[in-house]
Every structure is written in C-alpha cells, then in structure tokens.
C-alpha cells in the first residue's frame, strides 16, 4: 500500500529492474555512436542526440524500434526549433514562480 | 422512475423526496456497470461494498432529515488515476501497476463522499494516461475503451468516464485532463465534458502526468450536472500548493434571453474533418440565435510545440522509475513500451523556453479572451475513429491550438454534443473561457443545450 503523504512509489511495478547503462558523456563517445557515413562530416544534433538515446536504451529495443525511436527524436528536434525561432527578452521569465519557503510561516 | 440518463437535479430530488432510495440507486448502477461495463470496457474496479455501505450511510442521513446537498445518494464512478483507500486497487490504466493500493483518498474522492455521492466503480483509462505517447485505442490494461456510440474508440484518457456516463452505467464521472482527456472522451461519447481551471480542482492523490498541466473535472449528461459536481469538488487544499484559495460557487442562475459575445480563432476549424466542420458550421447559425461570434486572430506562436515540450518533459521525470527501469516494457500499446526513451533528447535550455513562452501565451489568450465570454471551436477536429485506427496514420495532422492554448493556459473549456456523423457518431462543440470562469462557460453551454437537444439523445444501449 502507498501512503499518499509519502513520495510514491509504485509497488505493483513488478517488471524486470535492469540498470540502465549511463556511458560517459563525451561529445566523442556520442560521435562514435551516431555511425556517420563521413566522419569528417560534424554530426547534427539530431544526430548526436540519437546517439545518446541509443546508447542508453539501444540494448532493449529492436531494429524497428530504434528506427521509430529515431523519428521521435526527429520529432523532438521540430518542436526545439519551434521554441528556439522565438526570441524572448532577457526578462521574460518562466511562467513558473519559485517562492521561498519556511515551515513555520 | 427509472434512474437511468436522469440529470442529476431530477435524481437529486428523488432522493431528497425519499422516492428513490441511494440503496436502489446504487444496486441499479453496479447491475449496469456489471453487466454492459465490459462491453465498453469501461470498468477497471467494481466498489460494490464500498458503494453499499455508502449509500446505506446516505439513506439513513437523509431519513432524519440531513440532506447533504444535491450530490447526496447518488452514484458515480471515478478514473482509475484517483486513489481510493481500503484496498481498492488504483492501476493508472496500466497492466505493470494492476495491483497498486493507496492508503486513503484523493481529495477529490474524499469531496465527494463527503458530499453523500456513492462510489460505484473506479473507470478504465488509457495507461498513464497517455503520458507514454500512445498511438492506438489499444492502450490500456483493460483494452481499449470503447463508445456507446456506434462501437468507436471512447477516446481518451478518461476513456471509461465518458463510455460509463454515455451507456447511463453512471449518472457522472470524474475525470482528468492534461491535454485533451476529458474532452476528447466527451466529444466520442456523446456527452457533457468540464476542463476547470487549473488550480481549481485539488490533485492530491490522482497519478501525476505534468504537474504543470494536469487537471480533474467532471463528465456527466449535462452542463448543468457538470456545475454541481465541480461545486462539490473545488477549493484549497494544504495538500495540493497549486489548488487555489478563490472560493467557487456553481451559479445555475437563468440564461433564457442571456446574449453571449462568443470568439472563434480565424480558421480553427479549418483542420477538422469534413464532418465535423460542417457540423460546427451549423452550431455557428445556431449559436448566433443566442450571440454574437467573432472571428479573432491570435498571435503567431508554436502553440502546440510549448504545450507539448512541457508535457513530455514533465511526464519522463513524473515517469522516470518506471521508463529508466525498462518497466514501460509491460505496457499495452507497443509504441508506449520505448517512445518516452526519445525525451532523453529534450534539453533542459528547451523546457525552460517553454516555460517562458508560456508566459507569453497566457497574456496573450487572456488579452483575446477578455473581449468574450468564450472561444467556441470544435472540441475535437476527428470524428471518433475505429478500434484499429493507428492515430498516426490519420489522413490529416491532429492540429489542436485550442487544446494547446486552453491547457497551458490553464483555462476551463466545457465539451458539448453538437452532432452526428451519417453512421451516428457522436461530434462536440466546445466553450472556452477565461481563467477562473467556469461559471461564464457553464452558462454558455447550458444556453446552447436550452435550444439543442444533441444532449438529449441516447444510444442503442439496453
């Protein structure tokens, strides 16, 4: 049973508990990962990202999965060059306000 | 009198007039739900003891003469994202989680009973309500939800609140909404939707898919039943920071010979299907019998983009257990087994953009909002598609800026019948308000059903 006043965590999730592999971050480990035709060639961020995620998660997934993974992460590049083709003034701020806290206020 | 497809004013008298007893109430709603849920594969949970004991309970109050309200002895069901204690499982739609139990209920459960209204049933859902990226009907534990209207997909993610209160298994339901849950179950089953404002509802205890965006409402036959459930609902709540201190009451008040000033966004049905076009086209000949519309132009903005980076972010970290421990394997929907693996891909820079444009949107809706009394647009651009329909293969791209605008936006929108395909499928006119004015948008769609009676029909159920 999961008490709601605590940070839940779900018990019912009984599946396979694998550690994810976390490969040392480095812009040449990801470059080797991404299979670059032209290795001269800079590799996009799509490319690079899709390496990382590849890296992490490539050992649970099949062919055709990594292939739709690949397309999700395309996907997530279209939605990061929507936000980045808007420019914001340096005070406009996330619509997410932080406010100091005491217990006993 | 038979119970079912009663308004809940009319229940709500019954009951208080001792001519229906909740006892029987309840026995006939756990015989619908028993019988015809799984035809709908709507019902994850039956709380009969639960409901029994309750009702019971509001008999007896109301035979001395306490009478709770107008939500007293009568039946609903909830989403199975909302925890219920004594050992009634609470699964997030999800097989891998089948067997999760919380020691005590959400808020919103606990409003309720406290209101007198009896727990029936805890409603099917699409798993973790969507928050995988599902593609198909097929994503749930309990199959995929399906409408009382013609065999179609319910939608989702509410999916068994809006089949259970359209097959009459439940006079309403609570469901929730992060972007599109609760109106896109109304929309395919032929029924009344409420998305409140976020923060007036309270989330503690309901499965968190983007804290940012999630919100609990109601789904029931009318905009009216949908005002006295949110009134039963609203409020602060010391577990829940965001619920807000605004005091809500549900004004019911007379809208016969009330003008409206209503919006519509230029070109916002543009990508809807043929059949749903059309159909808002005539609600908008309609509509003008009762007010004026205005076609407005908002900003040019990624709407849909901002929304959707807010949401898979926060989803992948409210989800983080169970897709870094590969435990999103033993979902239904094959793609919700490995998509959330691609928001490794968002960066940090990218949410927090988002979170800044969301600025930018909110004043921007409210600026275009301020000059009506809501926005009209349908409230899904497809009609309920087939159970084996792969979403992504739909002939036109799923546009949505009034989803993406009204959710992170955090504004009340109501889903409301408005017509039917030529195979009777249900389709849905939606109203969206300013923040903080469910009682504006409620009376709206209360004045649309006074002259419609979209609302009013019934499927081949019995």
């Not at chain 2, 019971?56 to 939500?71: D, F, K, N, Y």
């Not at chain 2, 989403?79 to 808020?107: E, H, N, V, Y």
């Not at chain 2, 896109?184 to 983007?210: E, F, I, W």
């Not at chain 2, 009330?258 to 543009?270: L, P």
Request: aromatic fraction near 6%.
């Amino acid at each position: 049973m999961i008490s709601l006043h605590r940070p839940l965590r779900s018990r019912g999730a009984g599946g396979p508990h694998r550690s994810p592999q976390h490969p040392p971050w480095g812009i040449a480990a990801v470059y080797d990962a991404a299979s670059m035709s032209e290795p001269t060639e800079a590799p996009s961020e799509a490319d690079l990202l899709f390496a990382y995620v590849r890296r992490r998660y490539a050992e649970r997934l099949t062919a055709e999965e990594l292939e739709a993974l690949r397309r999700s992460v395309d996907e997530v590049m279209r939605l990061s060059a929507a936000l980045r083709a808007v420019k914001l003034g340096n005070a406009e701020e996330p619509f997410q306000r932080f406010e100091a806290f005491r217990d006993d206020a | 009198m038979n119970p079912v497809f009663r308004p809940l004013r009319e229940l709500s008298d019954a009951v208080r007039e001792r001519r229906v007893s909740p006892v029987a109430l309840a026995e006939t709603f756990l015989e619908r739900l028993e019988r015809l849920g799984p035809r709908y594969n709507a019902v994850v949970t039956l709380t009969r003891d639960r409901a029994l004991t309750e009702a019971r309970r509001a008999e007896g109050e109301i035979a001395t003469g306490r009478w709770r309200g107008p939500l007293h002895g009568i039946p609903y069901g909830a989403k199975d994202l909302l925890a219920t204690g004594g050992g009634i499982p609470t699964t997030w739609g999800a097989a891998p989680l089948r067997a999760q139990t919380f020691d005590r209920d959400a808020t919103v459960i606990r409003r309720l009973e406290e209101a007198g209204a009896v727990l029936v049933a805890k409603l099917s859902m699409v798993e973790l309500a969507g928050g995988m990226g599902y593609r198909q009907p097929n994503a749930s534990l309990t199959g995929p939800g399906i409408s009382p209207w013609g065999g179609a997909w319910s939608g989702g993610s509410s999916s068994g609140s809006g089949s259970a209160v359209g097959a009459g298994l439940v006079p309403f339901a609570i469901g929730s909404e992060t972007w599109g849950s609760i109106l896109s179950p109304a929309a395919n089953c032929g029924v009344t939707g409420l998305r409140p404002t976020y923060g007036r509802v309270s989330r503690h205890g309901a499965m968190a898919l983007c804290w940012t965006l999630d919100k609990l409402g109601p789904l029931a036959l009318t905009a009216d039943d949908c005002g006295l459930v949110l009134d039963a609902i609203a409020g602060p709540d010391r577990h829940d920071p965001t619920a807000a201190a605004r005091p809500y009451h549900y004004d019911a008040g007379e809208v016969v010979g009330r003008r409206f000033r209503f919006g519509m966004i230029r070109d916002v049905a543009e990508p809807a299907e043929p059949p749903v076009r059309e159909a808002f086209e005539r609600s908008l000949d309609v509509l003008r019998k009762i007010a004026t519309v205005e076609e407005v132009t908002l900003a040019d903005l990624p709407y849909e983009a901002i929304t959707r980076t807010i949401l898979l972010s926060e989803a992948a970290s409210a989800f983080e257990d169970m897709i870094e421990s590969g435990t999103i394997a033993q979902l239904t929907a094959p793609e919700d087994r490995y998509q959330a693996y691609a928001r490794d891909a968002i960066l940090a820079k990218d949410y927090i953009k988002a979170l800044r444009l969301r600025g930018v949107v909110v004043r921007e809706a409210d600026r275009v909002l301020s000059r009506f009394d809501a926005l009209v647009a349908p409230s899904r651009s497809a009609t309920p598609p087939p159970l084996d329909r792969d979403f992504s293969a739909l002939q036109r791209p799923q546009r949505d800026p009034m989803g993406a605008i009204g959710n992170l936006a955090g504004l009340p929108a109501v889903a409301v019948p408005n017509g039917f395909t030529a195979d009777g499928r249900p389709m849905s006119l939606q109203f969206m308000g300013r923040a903080w004015d469910e009682n504006t948008v409620l009376a709206a769609a209360r004045a649309w059903q006074g002259i419609t009676d979209w609302h009013l029909r019934r499927p081949p159920v019995d």
